[in-house]
């Protein structure tokens, strides 16, 4: 197993936006891909033409190249990476998935991809006849973003890498406490340089139960009236004192 290998946390609940993928990808196209930088590239064209608007729907090569995330995912070649990505655009192009032009607009060259679809040939047609008006038209960049639980970001600042078993705990909790809560603990826990999820985790599970107090470097100090002061043990004293 690749020790390397980066761990999926699993979709989250409730509604996801979604990409739409024609079934005959998978039962026709899929099989021919034998090359992962071109299936990658393929699959984020599909995701970056589904999140455009308006009657031209393509991707432009600048803002594929302008993409990180997308560069940053495509499999290491002994070529710089943006070169690997046009290769890869190049490959869908010649495959036929992908269609491909370079157009002058406002004095600039701009070269565009779109699905090979029947839409993306009737707009390939339009734009070749001058039927279209392209400055008329002038769609927004998109670039691809981590839609993540706020709680894995917490993780990954204040305590460390993630890992499978602990992205378990981390959608567990999540389920259980409330977001601010979440925050506030892992914020907690950082003001008494303590940067462990066990000590994350015994925060909120205190607050759970007992209410909301100050946390300090030397344990749980409540506020007034707080049902957590019995929980306050001085340091130096831990093995003395019954908490």
């Known amino acids: 197993m690749n020790d390397k290998m980066q761990g999926f946390a699993g979709f989250p609940a409730g509604k996801m936006p979604t990409t739409p993928i024609p079934n005959q990808f998978f039962s026709e196209l899929l099989p021919m891909l034998d090359d992962l930088a071109e299936l990658k590239v393929t699959l984020h064209v599909f995701w970056l033409i589904g999140r455009k608007r308006g009657n031209l729907r393509y991707a432009r090569l600048s803002e594929l190249l302008s993409d990180r995330l997308l560069l940053s995912g495509l499999p290491d070649r002994a070529m710089p990476v943006e070169d690997a990505l046009v290769e890869s655009l190049e490959r869908a192009v010649a495959r036929g998935t992908l269609l491909h032009t370079t157009l002058q607009r406002g004095g600039q060259s701009e070269e565009w991809y779109m699905v090979n679809s029947a839409n993306g040939r009737e707009v390939l047609d339009k734009l070749r006849s ?9 769609a ?8 993540r639980p706020l ?90 004192i019954e908490h």
């Open 151 to 240: 709680i894995f970001t917490l993780y990954e600042q204040n305590i460390g890498m993630l890992t499978p078993m602990i992205t378990d705990e981390l959608r567990d909790a999540e389920r259980r406490f409330p977001a601010d809560w979440i925050a506030d603990a892992f914020r907690e826990s950082v003001k008494a340089n303590k940067r462990s999820w066990r000590y994350v985790l015994r925060i909120l599970e205190r607050w759970r139960t007992e209410g909301r107090g100050a946390i300090h470097d030397k344990g749980v100090i409540p506020t007034e009236g707080d049902a957590l002061l019995r929980h306050y043990v001085p340091e130096g004293y831990e093995d003395l």
């Open 130 to 138: 001058g039927e279209l008006d392209l400055l008329g038209d002038i």
């Open 140 to 147: 927004e960049d998109v670039q691809l973003e981590v839609e």
